[in-house]
């Protein structure tokens, strides 16, 4: 019981908020009164939860050393040794494969994408960790395939403005993360993790405003573009864009003012005024597509 206990807290369940992505073209494609589309949507989530825990448990198991040495990551179950290595490396590849049959069971386009996510994240343990600006945009292209795999399990065509600003967004969060690991870590960071040495926070702090300016300015155009006020049916999308310039400023100060923004899941769920920034967005969001579409 003990070892089940370990391997779920392996499998990270407080980080699969990062999976809710696969849910954004079924609210932006006006699917959420489509039981089918809910189903498959929820199967994609569940089938990204388990491809995304296997990763965690074969970077638990690589970084088994490195994370004995870090004050938090200590803790997991792997480095902490509550998890054996040989019952997290057999459950890994059970997990992807469940995940991966069952996304090619739904569809060819979401099975071909979760092998793409599953693919890039594993160039990421093995090797784009290790170099820089490269291990950050591995971490963003794996949320953008998330938001893909999401329209590829309802069979709709996803805004490729939607994609940009998932890009840039999760490019702000793995670039914050960076700079959270480096305040924390210090003079260490370097012996953590190879790719640390060649950040900088003047550096980080440069990219983190490039992104932040790309990914507010993106989402205003993704409310007024033709193809979003056709599929809303008017430009009401755009009275969202304050939520979206709080929830990153609100960050940027957790971040600056706080030391956050090592843990983006934590921070999410831990800070009030950010996940209740964030609820009504989504209520706002719903109401202009849903409700008032006109």
Known sequence: MKVLLALG??????????????????????????????ALSIA?????????????????????????????????????????????LAAAPVFVAIALGGSFYINAGLGATATAYAGLMLLYQFVLKQRVILDVFAIAFGFVLRAVAGA???????????????????LFLGLS????????????AADHRGALAKYSLNLLDQMIAVVTASTVM????????????????????????????????????????????????????????????VVLYVLAAALIIYVFPR
């Open 9 to 38: 807290r392996g499998m990270r369940p407080r980080q699969w908020t990062k999976n809710l992505l696969v849910f954004a073209a079924l609210i932006f494609a006006r699917r959420m009164s489509d039981a089918e589309a809910v």
């Open 152 to 170: 590829e399990a309802i069979n709709v065509v996803i805004s490729p403005w939607l994609l940009i600003c998932t890009l840039l967004l999760a």
């Open 44 to 88: 994609a989530f569940v089938f990204f939860c388990l491809l995304s825990s296997a990763v965690y448990l074969i970077n638990d198991v690589i970084d088994y050393e490195e994370d004995r040495k870090h004050p938090d990551k200590c803790k997991r179950p792997v480095a902490s040794g509550d998890l054996p290595i040989p019952v997290a």
């Open 218 to 277: 993106s989402y205003c155009l993704y409310t007024i573009s033709e193809r979003t006020v056709q599929e809303v049916g008017s430009a009401r999308l755009m009275y969202t864009v304050p939520f979206v310039i709080y929830g990153i400023f609100r960050y940027l100060y957790l971040m600056h003012q706080k030391d956050g923004g090592g843990h983006p899941d934590q921070t999410l769920l831990t800070d009030i005024p950010l996940l209740t920034n």
């Open 177 to 188: 993360k960076r700079r959270g690991e480096i305040v924390l870590l210090g003079d260490e």
